[in-house]
């Protein structure tokens, strides 16, 4: 697992790309990823283009950032999600909370 | 000063060991000596000497026999062995570590080496006390901690028991991944019989997960017994987690409520794998899928509680699972899956699918061990005859109560839309105590009283909708859009009286509704066989529970009466007695 962390649009979004399994060894990491940012931009992405699985851990880690980005106010949109991670997120409803393409 | 080393030197030539013993006496080691292989192993059981310099050529026993015993009688203890040996072909020397020895020393001595060699095997036997010392240490720990969880889960079993679930009618495995477990699964009967079952799974598992499942399983046995709608103890779930959970962590729940008489199925699905519902006849198999966030992540205001109601036969059975099933791996890492789930139960038939998906998934997983909470449970409808009358809690102590009053309770729109007045009512009816123990009728009795004045008095739906499975659907989907719009009112006049042996509690229901041609209704009833409608049950329901039921003027009013007599045994005296 890994994540890599890209600055877009003259600092207001950052998009956080997962690789391979995104479950509870991602904890720390997940978090300093968006942490780390100053200024803290005003739009975040999550690719999961090269994410391979994620579970209910990883769930909770997504929730954490949208609390960290606003809470109901956050713009957190998570793109690139292979089927069976769409299951998860679909079965959890968290198309309630992100934005999910 | 620590006590200094004890040294075992065993050499049965006099002056080599005279002076070895010199040599490492001067070293500061406490020297014992021994003159061949059976005083070494006397005078080790004797002195314990922590290490020993061994000649490998004695007579009688030589040492490469002796380093053997003594690594036996050593057991956990590391006794560095230090061969002194005159040999100098390598295998004789790699002979000598074979039979346990940690090193060699070859004649003449050399002092300087000598004194190295000590010296480092005693560093390595102070860190291997060291090492055993931290492992004892953390056993001892962890053997305390197992306590303590046992201690703690016994508490945990007890607040999140699974006693409602051990009926003929349900089946179910919980099979935890470490001594918490994750999953919670907890089953009660509300006043009026019907049986709710809440599935729930936490984030992460353990301690967390307990945490969690405590106050949760205190909610919903508290809110249940107390005659609250799933809706409500579901909102009551989710404000409580909210407040407790850290951020990041939820619960994932499927609440069901069965309700035998209807034959109805009520469900909330948040975030767990949807329930199977499979047909006694026909193989289509119904998914009650997730359409909720799990509960613990949203605010109150944000929180969705509404449920759908389906329609569930004797003999249909509902098979629900957490995702550990779901996501089983095998050697490979390949997940047991939906596919496989749902493939089982439609091969099933009419049978029990429960052993077979069971099986399955053991089989699946194979030796590959287990990587979340197992949790299966299948539930089979039962008629309310095979149910039998339920045992209701028993008082039987009869403190006295009030014995003369009356209580009119009016609700208003606002109400009647965002409040269940059943829990209160029943509280206050369960003053009486000659009605304690007819709380399931009561109960039943309130619960349908007021939903047929909520729903065709004052919202007009028209329960001739509910005459076809589809049209089932369609009516609770019309009844949450009438709740939004509604107005109007419900009234409750309660009158209890008293008199010695005998009492009655006269229950008047009306609503502002236009009313309905009640007497050609009941006609219409009296015809029907049994239980082969959708609707009407409710009325047919009432009119077995209670002493006596009359619809009044236009038929927006009803009236019911509960009468009683010591002579009867408290029993309650029914008009219908059956």
């Known amino acids: 697992m890994t994540i890599a962390t890209t600055v877009a649009d003259q600092g207001e979004q950052l998009v956080i790309t997962i690789s391979g399994r995104f479950d509870f060894s991602a904890h720390q990491e997940f978090r300093e990823a968006y942490e780390s940012i100053e200024p803290a931009p005003g739009r975040y992405c999550v690719d999961m283009r090269e994410a391979s699985y994620i579970d209910s851990s990883a769930l909770g880690m997504l929730l954490l950032l949208r609390d960290y980005a606003g809470g109901d106010n956050a713009d957190v949109q998570i793109v690139n999600c292979n089927p069976d991670v769409r299951k998860i997120l679909s079965i959890s409803n968290f198309e309630q909370l992100f934005t999910i393409h | ?578």
């Open chain 2, 1 to 578: 000063m620590a006590d200094p080393i004890r040294v075992l030197v065993a050499d049965d030539n006099d002056v080599d060991r005279m002076l070895l013993t010199t040599i490492v006496r001067k070293e500061g080691y406490e020297v014992q000596e021994a003159v061949d292989g059976f005083d070494a192993l006397r005078k080790f059981v004797e002195h314990r000497p922590q290490m020993v310099l061994l000649d490998a050529m004695m007579p009688g026993l030589d040492g490469f026999e002796v380093a053997r015993r003594i690594k036996e009688q050593a057991g956990e203890e590391f006794v560095p062995i230090i061969f002194l040996t005159s040999l100098t072909a390598a295998d004789e020397l790699a002979r000598c570590l074979d039979a346990g020895g940690d090193d060699f020393l070859s004649k003449p001595y050399n002092k300087v080496i000598l004194k190295a060699k000590l010296n480092a095997l005693h560093r390595m036997r102070t860190l291997h006390v060291t090492m055993q010392e931290q492992r004892d240490e953390i056993s001892r720990h962890h053997a305390h901690l197992i306590q303590e969880q046992e201690a703690a889960k016994a508490v945990f079993d007890n607040v999140a028991h699974t006693g409602g679930l051990d009926v003929p009618f349900v089946r179910y495995l919980i099979s935890p991944l470490a001594i918490f477990n994750g999953d919670v699964l907890v089953a009660a009967r509300n006043p009026a019989g019907d049986l709710y079952v809440l599935l729930g799974d936490f984030t992460g598992h353990g301690l967390t997960a307990a945490i969690g499942a405590m106050p949760l399983a205190e909610i919903f046995y508290g809110m249940t017994q107390k005659g609250f709608t799933p809706g409500e103890i579901l909102r009551e779930a989710n404000r409580k987690l909210l407040g407790i959970l850290p951020k990041g962590y939820f619960c994932c729940a499927l609440m069901l409520v069965f309700n035998f008489h209807k034959g109805t199925v009520e469900f909330w699905n948040g975030g767990l794998p949807p329930a199977v519902l499979m047909r006694a006849r026909g193989h289509d198999l119904l998914h009650l899928t997730s359409s909720h966030l799990p509960l613990g992540i949203v605010s109150e205001e944000r929180f969705d509680a509404s449920t759908r109601v389906l329609e569930m036969a004797a003999g249909d059975r509902l098979l629900m699972c957490t995702d550990g099933i779901i996501e089983a791996r095998d050697a490979r890492g390949q997940a047991f899956g939906f596919e496989r789930f749902d493939q089982i139960i439609g091969a099933a038939a009419a049978d029990s699918p429960f052993d077979r998906l069971k099986q399955a998934v053991y089989r699946h997983m194979g030796a590959s061990g287990r990587d979340d909470d197992l949790t299966l449970v299948e539930i089979t409808m039962v008629t309310p005859e095979q149910l039998g009358r339920d045992a209701a809690p028993v008082e039987p102590e009869r403190p006295a109560g009030s014995e003369d009053w009356q209580l009119s309770y009016e609700l208003g729109p606002r109400s009647l839309r965002a409040s269940n007045p059943l829990p209160l009512l029943q509280h206050i009816v369960m003053e009486v105590p000659q009605l304690r123990s007819h709380a399931s009728a009561i109960y039943t009795v309130l619960a349908e009283l007021y939903s047929n004045a909520l729903e065709h008095g004052v919202m007009g739906l028209d329960s001739s909708l509910k005459a076809s499975a589809s049209g089932f659907s369609d009516y609770y989907q019309a009844r949450a859009r009438a709740l939004e719009a509604l107005d109007g009112f419900v009234r409750f006049e309660f009158a209890c009286q008293i008199d010695g042996s005998r009492g009655s509690l006269r229950i008047r229901v009306r609503d502002s509704g236009p009313g309905f041609d009640h007497a050609a209704r009941i006609r219409e009833l009296s015809l029907e066989p049994r239980g082969t409608a959708y609707f009407g049950r409710g009325l047919r329901l009432l009119n077995n529970l209670c002493h006596s039921l009359e619809y009044r003027g236009c038929g927006n009013e009803v009236e019911v009466v509960f009468a009683w007599s010591d002579e009867a045994d408290g029993a309650i005296e029914r008009r219908a007695a059956r």
